[in-house]
């Protein structure tokens, strides 16, 4: 693409980093993370999606997020296994995946039924 255009990514990085700037509250800045990481896993750019999970410490502490945020936040690590599963890092990807389906309800923590 020429330099003149504006992709997806940098739209999505734009409005982003302006959320991270501006809000006060941990609900909206976590789930701009949370969508962030999952459109970066989308157009398969493993690497950033990766460290904006491993920078955010997400993990820490979505136990004591509202359920709709607990939603996106597994849909968000299904969507990055698959992404590392398509760049061919399997041993990443089965870490991403596995706390999903070690429940064996992987619908419901996907809210898919």
């Known amino acids: ?3 003149t255009n504006t992709t997806s990514v940098d739209t999505m990085d734009k409005l982003c980093k ?4 501006k809000d006060d509250t941990d609900r909206i ?4 993370i949370l969508a ?3 459109h970066h896993a989308m157009h398969d750019n493993w690497f950033q999606a990766r460290d904006l999970v491993l ?3 997400l993990q820490d502490n979505i136990d004591a997020a509202d359920p709709a945020t607990r939603i996106l936040y597994n849909r968000m690590m299904a969507n ?3 992404c590392a599963f398509r760049q061919e890092n399997v ?3 089965h870490h991403c995946l596995v706390d999903l389906m070690v429940t064996g309800k992987p619908k419901e923590l996907l809210a898919q039924g």
């Open 80 to 82: 990055l296994g698959l």
């Open 18 to 21: 302006f959320i991270y700037a």
């Open 55 to 57: 920078m955010s410490h």
């Open 91 to 93: 041993k990443d990807a």
């Open 29 to 32: 800045r976590t789930r701009a």
């Open 36 to 38: 962030h990481i999952y």
């Open 1 to 3: 693409l020429p330099s």
